[in-house]
């Protein structure tokens, strides 16, 4: 059963506008979710996480809205720049006993924008 | 230099054939992990080590087995290579930071079993 899910394989966007990429959850205990990006010959990076206690957190042209009563979160990118264009993986993090923290990735969604 | 170094980078073998594929890393992380990467399946864990006498199954460990030599170093063996074990693997480590714990990973070994 699929905990994470990224029901968009990809997402065209024109250079300037916004990009929005979206993640559904069915676990409830998740404490964390993360959004890494990845590049083609490259390993994915961290990009932005948010806190199950929080709604919002915005890091320069990346904010992440959480929606815990819908078990949903997104990625906004405002301007989407051509430098966006990689594979975003949504994972979500939930205790798993003895200090540590399981992690669960989605299927990942590719962003190519246009310029 | 790279944080966290994967070897090699590609690999082309055959069925039935050993194959190990290295990390090492400078980070001075305690965490090691090994991920495979399938198209349109994600990235889904095979094993993971806390610490040097820390081994863990992860989602999908059949058919692999791991070797934390030090703490800067975890191998990844297939005893018997078979071509649905044709991926892209990565290797991460991470600090112990909680709920919000980062990963950082290494640029991917792409593996072909014929």
């Known amino acids: 059963d699929q905990q994470v899910k990224q029901n968009s394989p990809s997402l065209s966007v024109q250079e300037g506008r916004i990009s929005i990429l979206n993640c559904d959850y069915t676990?409830?205990?998740?404490?964390?979710f993360l959004w890494y990006k990845k590049y083609p010959a490259e390993g994915p990076t961290f990009l932005i996480s948010i806190s199950s206690i929080k709604d919002k957190n915005e890091d320069g042209r990346f904010t992440v809205f959480l929606n815990k009563s819908a078990k949903h979160l997104s990625l906004h990118i405002v301007p989407s720049q051509p430098g966006d264009s990689a594979v975003y993986f949504c994972a979500a993090s939930v205790y798993s006993g003895a200090g540590s923290y399981q992690l669960t990735f989605g299927k990942g969604t590719k962003l190519s924008v246009i310029p | 230099d790279a944080d966290v170094t994967q070897t090699p980078r590609n690999r082309i073998t055959k069925t039935g054939k050993r194959i190990m594929l290295e990390c090492s890393q400078t980070k001075g992380h305690d965490r090691m992990y090994w991920y495979r990467q399938d198209p349109g399946l994600g990235l889904r864990l095979i094993y993971y080590s806390f610490d040097v006498k820390d081994i863990n199954k992860g989602e999908i460990s059949d058919g692999y087995s791991v070797s934390r030599q030090a703490q800067a170093k975890f191998s990844l063996s297939l005893e018997s290579a078979i071509p649905n074990q044709t991926a892209l693997y990565f290797c991460?480590?991470?600090?112990?930071?909680?709920?919000?714990?980062?990963?950082?990973f290494g640029s991917g070994t792409q593996l072909s079993v014929l």
């Open positions: 676990n409830s205990m998740f404490d964390y």
């Open positions: 991460a480590t991470s600090d112990p930071t909680g709920a919000n714990e980062k990963l950082f």
